[in-house]
């Protein structure tokens, strides 16, 4: 637990609010910098002390985590560091406006002040929910277009939502019928429901990229039988993501459900009816209301295991359906940002255990009641 579950998550927390690249990197800037009232140039002292720090950074790559770091909260850094460094090489002056123009605009300082000032930071986690601190230290909202991670981490939850209801609506039913009847035939019942998870996620939905495409099993199916003229659209939209990760994540909501009903004395059904209750009043005020802690139990499993997925949303859904997971991935892989990175995953594991302490909050009630 310590090794592969508490370390690597105390890991990803610090990134989520650590950005020590820019201090370590530029220690006498930090100090030159710490009495700056940020107006117009710095003083000469400050800007003699970060020429000494350039020049002083002979490790490639901790430049150009600086230049990374610096060109994320400003355009053109990129540019500027590379353009600086090759000036300030092997040569004793400090007058930097005249390696570039630049540096005579206090914007540029600014972003250099604010990344030395200190190791920790807000910014990544606020940058998660399209947050930002304004000039005045303020949070404020980003500019509409800068970025979409609320309307991802929206279309996340909406997605598990819609795939946690279908689990349900298919689940239950085929959880009753296999708690239902007894020797093999429940165990092919079961068999069916645990067979998917004895094959690779990724064999999984590339067996359902090949089944939902156009010309896939599907779409032949309802052609061939006079449903469709053409071909229905189930690859690269929300409908596709749905039904690949349903199948995938059924197994989850089955078990649980099935554990409940098993329990439950089967003279309830029949008590009912022999009271005058007709089946469906019966199931709706006997078997669901006992059957309901596997379906909480199911869809909480599934609905979290849904926040996470990548692999299935990533190959079956379209650009305007890729869920969280993948910028997170983007962030890690991509871009080499690990504290953002690691904010989304922080906001995702935020949201995760809200929902968690939710559901046990409800269970305590419900065994006290």
Not at 37 to 54: K, L, Y
Not at 244 to 263: G, K
Not at 309 to 325: E, K
Request: with cysteine.
């Amino acid at each position: 637990m310590l090794s592969f579950f508490v370390v690597p998550l105390v890991t990803m927390m610090k990134s989520a609010v650590s950005d020590p690249v820019a201090t370590e990197a530029l220690p006498r800037t930090a100090r030159a910098l710490s009495g700056w009232d940020r107006t117009g140039a710095p003083p000469a002292s400050a800007q003699a002390a970060f020429a000494d720090d350039i020049r002083a950074l002979k490790n490639d790559e901790q430049f150009g985590d600086l230049v990374r770091r610096l060109n994320s909260a400003q355009s053109g850094f990129r540019s500027l560091l590379g353009k600086t460094r090759r000036a300030l090489d092997g040569n004793g002056a400090t007058d930097l406006a005249s390696v570039d123009a630049r540096w005579g605009e206090t914007s540029y300082w600014v972003t250099i002040a604010e990344a030395v000032a200190s190791p920790w930071t807000d910014k990544n986690l606020l940058a998660a929910v399209d947050l930002e601190r304004n000039a005045s230290g303020g949070i404020a909202a980003m500019p509409e277009g800068a970025s979409a991670n609320r309307l991802i981490m929206i279309r996340t939850f909406v997605t598990s939502a819609l795939v946690t209801l279908a689990c349900i609506l298919i689940g239950l039913p085929y959880a009753m019928v296999a708690a239902s009847v007894e020797g093999w035939r429940r165990q092919v019942l079961l068999g069916a429901v645990l067979l998917p998870l004895w094959t690779s996620l990724l064999v999984r939905t590339a067996a359902w990229y090949v089944v939902l495409q156009d010309n896939g099993l599907i779409n032949a199916t309802l052609k061939g039988l006079g449903l469709t003229a053409g071909p229905v659209p189930l690859m690269f939209n929300r409908l596709g993501v749905v039904i690949a990760m349903t199948h995938v994540l059924l197994p989850f909501m089955v078990l649980p459900i099935f554990s409940v009903l098993i329990a439950i004395p089967r003279n309830l059904m029949p008590a009912a009816a022999s009271l005058g209750a007709h089946p469906l009043r019966a199931f709706f005020h006997v078997l669901l209301p006992l059957s309901m802690r596997g379906v909480v139990s199911g869809a909480l499993l599934v609905f979290m295991a849904a926040l996470g997925y990548y692999i299935t949303p990533a190959l079956i859904g379209g650009a305007n359906d890729q869920m969280i997971s993948s910028v997170i991935a983007y962030y890690a892989t991509g871009a080499a940002n690990w504290g953002m990175a690691g904010a989304l995953g922080l906001v995702l594991l935020a949201m995760t255990i809200l929902l968690y302490a939710i559901y046990m909050r409800l269970t305590v009630e419900e065994q006290r009641a």
